[in-house]
């Protein structure tokens, strides 16, 4: 699942659990998977600041060697 498919999932997910007419089982299952999709997306913006931390660097570097050109 992509990263906005998984936000798009949870923010459901969120809306589903303040419903106070759901069923205890329901409301677990859905926290559950809830929490899954909290974890993957954490591992998918650590990954996006890498690769942006990355790109700056790059970018950095390339700017300090045209400066000394």
């Known amino acids: ?13 969120v809306k589903e659990l303040d419903n106070q ?7 677990i299952e859905l926290f ?11 591992s998918y913006l650590k990954s996006y600041e890498k690769r942006i931390n990355k790109i ?3 970018f ?5 060697n045209e400066e000394i050109n």
């Open 1 to 13: 699942m992509k990263f906005d498919e998984a936000m798009a999932r949870l923010e459901v997910i």
């Open 60 to 64: 950095q570097k390339e700017e300090t």
């Open 56 to 58: 700056v660097e790059e």
């Open 32 to 42: 559950e998977e809830g929490l899954k999709l909290s974890t993957q997306t954490q």
């Open 21 to 27: 007419d759901l069923p205890l089982e329901k409301s």
